[in-house]
């Protein structure tokens, strides 16, 4: 039966191959570990370890594991296929998503929402009918989350956080918003949702918030799952990268690239260039200010191509690596 599910889903949402292996693990873990709020987590880590060696700890108090997909290679899609999956293979029903920021926030719910360009849940026959309701930071103080007694809800609900608003909420130990008291719910969200007894929770670009307050509070929800989905599985602490210990599936920029989901990159280079002539940060300055104007010549032909062609605008990028989190965000000043 589940190979049943994983053929469906992956045809009707066209997953490439690195999205159904993941797809495939986690099929495979919903097998060996039981999904229940009563389940031992030590129990689970010991199936998962079996067969699975590279998940060390859940570094959490229930089952997590992440998936470190590289940027590009369709997290979101993914985060869809395993909510499609678990919600017809498992019959669960509740999701809650968290986003790291407003930007991805925003695009998190664009793209579960039905009739949009980039819908997750397109061609998914069963929510063509009934597509999973879907509760956000901004409204669910309205209930709109809350089955209640209402007759027929047997739908999935998507709830959609973003974990920097809640992060800027606990500031000074005051509990976040989704923790206060609803008048229309008579008790707040939070404890709604830590309630159900099928509540799993995906994590987008979890690197970014996984040390935090906001995610600490959240992590009380106690769901009976977590997915983590992130291109770099690696947290900032003491100066020095501390790799992820729940990494079930590691599909990195290197092979997305041999694959040819990611585009090879067009290296900037100057003739007879000395980089000794420079101060580091000089230097960061001159590939940055290179980069960026190899990057806008690039957009201006593109552009001329497509109208010249009647081909339709392709948007190019900038891949800039940096050494660690606080380079990166050096970098971005």
């Known amino acids: 039966?589940?190979?049943?599910?994983?053929?469906?889903?992956?045809?009707?949402?066209?997953?490439?191959?690195?999205?159904?292996?993941?797809?495939?693990?986690?099929?495979?873990?919903?097998?060996?570990?039981?999904?229940?709020?009563?389940?031992?987590?030590?129990?689970?880590?010991?199936?998962?370890?079996?067969?699975?060696?590279?998940?060390?700890?859940?570094?959490?108090?229930?089952?997590?594991?992440?998936?470190?997909?590289?940027?590009?290679?369709?997290?979101?899609?993914?985060?869809?296929?395993?909510?499609?999956?678990?919600?017809?293979?498992?019959?669960?029903?509740?999701?809650?998503?968290?986003?790291?920021?407003?930007?991805?926030?925003?695009?998190?719910?664009?793209?579960?929402?039905?009739?949009?360009?980039?819908?997750?849940?397109?061609?998914?026959?069963?929510?063509?009918?009934?597509?999973?309701?879907?509760?956000?930071?901004?409204?669910?103080?309205?209930?709109?989350?809350?089955?209640?007694?209402?007759?027929?809800?047997?739908?999935?609900?998507?709830?959609?956080?973003?974990?920097?608003?809640?992060?800027?909420?606990?500031?000074?130990?005051?509990?976040?918003?989704?923790?206060?008291l609803s008048e229309y719910i008579g008790q707040s969200y939070f404890e709604y949702l830590a309630g159900l007894d099928d509540l799993v929770m995906l994590m987008d670009e979890s690197h970014r918030y996984r040390a935090t307050a906001g995610v600490r509070a959240i992590n009380e929800l106690k769901p009976i799952l977590g997915l983590e989905l992130t291109a770099t599985p690696q947290v900032e602490a003491g100066g020095r990268a501390v790799p992820f210990k729940n990494v079930i599936y590691s599909y990195p920029l290197a092979s997305a690239m041999t694959d040819g989901f990611v585009k090879e990159p067009a290296v900037a280079t100057r003739e007879n260039f000395d980089s000794n002539a420079y101060s580091a940060e000089g230097l960061e300055k001159v590939k940055l200010e290179d980069g960026v104007r190899i990057h806008e010549n690039t957009k201006v032909e593109l552009e001329v191509y497509a109208r010249n062609n009647d081909k339709p605008i392709v948007k190019p990028f900038m891949l800039v690596v940096a050494a660690d989190t606080n380079h990166a965000n050096a970098l971005q000043q």
Do not use: W
Request: glycine share 8%; charged share 20%; hydrophobic share 40%.
């Open 1 to 180: 039966m589940a190979v049943q599910h994983i053929n469906a889903i992956s045809n009707r949402l066209s997953l490439r191959p690195p999205q159904r292996e993941s797809l495939e693990i986690l099929a495979r873990v919903c097998e060996i570990i039981e999904l229940s709020k009563d389940a031992d987590p030590a129990a689970a880590l010991a199936a998962i370890k079996s067969e699975f060696p590279t998940v060390e700890d859940f570094e959490r108090e229930f089952p997590s594991l992440c998936f470190a997909l590289a940027t590009g290679v369709g997290k979101t899609r993914l985060m869809g296929a395993f909510i499609a999956y678990l919600h017809l293979a498992e019959g669960i029903r509740n999701f809650f998503v968290l986003a790291p920021n407003l930007t991805i926030y925003n695009k998190l719910i664009a793209d579960f929402t039905p009739n949009t360009p980039k819908y997750v849940f397109k061609g998914i026959g069963e929510f063509t009918t009934t597509p999973p309701v879907v509760i956000t930071g901004d409204n669910y103080e309205s209930g709109a989350g809350v089955r209640g007694g209402r007759l027929f809800d047997d739908g999935v609900h998507v709830n959609i956080f973003n974990i920097s608003k809640i992060n800027s909420e606990v500031r000074g130990g005051s509990a976040p918003r989704i923790k206060r």
